[in-house]
C-alpha cells in the first residue's frame, strides 16, 4: 500500500502542469509592418538627334577667272568685276541626322503594408464557479484530484478501523 502512495505523490506532480486545459489565447500582438520596394529598369533606346551647322559667310577677291562650287553644304561663287575676281562661300543651314541611344529609366516603388487586426468578441454570460475552476485547473486533472482526494480519504478511513 505503501508503495502505491509513494507512486501517487511522485507522478502527480508530473501529471498536473501537462494535463491542464485552458481557453486563455495569445492575442497576436498588434504589429504594422510596412515594406518598400524599389525596382529600376534602364532601357536604351535609338533615338535621332539632328546636328545644325551655323552659317558661315566668307568672301575672296582675287585676279583670277570666273568660278562656281556648291555642294550639299555650302556654296561658292566667283565673279570678276573690274579686273578683281570676287569669291564668296556660303554655308547652308543643314541639319544632320545623329544616331544615339537615348536612357530611359523607369523607377517603381510599391508600398508593402501588413497589418493585423484584432477582434474583441463579447462572451453573452459571465463563468460560474465551477466552469471556472474547471478552466484554471483542468478537467482531467481535477478529476485526477478528486481521485487522489478519495483515496486518501479511504485509506485514513480504513485506518481508523471505522467499519
Known amino acids: 500500500m505503501k508503495i502505491y ?30 515594406r518598400v520596394e524599389i ?64 536612357q530611359i529609366v523607369y523607377r517603381d516603388s510599391i508600398v508593402y503594408k501588413d497589418r493585423v487586426q484584432t477582434v474583441t468578441v463579447e462572451v453573452p454570460r459571465q463563468l460560474t464557479g465551477w466552469q471556472q475552476a474547471k478552466l484554471r485547473v483542468g478537467g482531467f486533472c481535477f478529476f485526477a484530484m478528486i481521485l487522489i482526494g478519495l483515496y486518501f480519504l479511504i485509506t485514513s478511513i480504513h485506518k481508523l478501523n471505522l467499519f
Do not use: M, W, Y
Open 39 to 102: 525596382r529600376t529598369e534602364t532601357v536604351f533606346q535609338k533615338d535621332t538627334v539632328f546636328v545644325e551647322l551655323p552659317r558661315v559667310v566668307e568672301r575672296v577677291a582675287v585676279l583670277d577667272t570666273v568660278s562656281h562650287l556648291e555642294n550639299e553644304f555650302a556654296a561658292s561663287a566667283a565673279v570678276v568685276s573690274g579686273g578683281v575676281l570676287k569669291h564668296s562661300l556660303e554655308t547652308k543651314p543643314v541639319k544632320l541626322p545623329a544616331f544615339v541611344d537615348k
Open 5 to 34: 502512495r509513494a507512486i501517487f505523490l511522485c507522478v502527480l506532480p508530473l501529471l498536473l502542469p501537462g494535463s491542464s486545459c485552458s481557453t486563455v489565447r495569445q492575442l497576436p500582438t498588434v504589429a504594422d509592418s510596412t
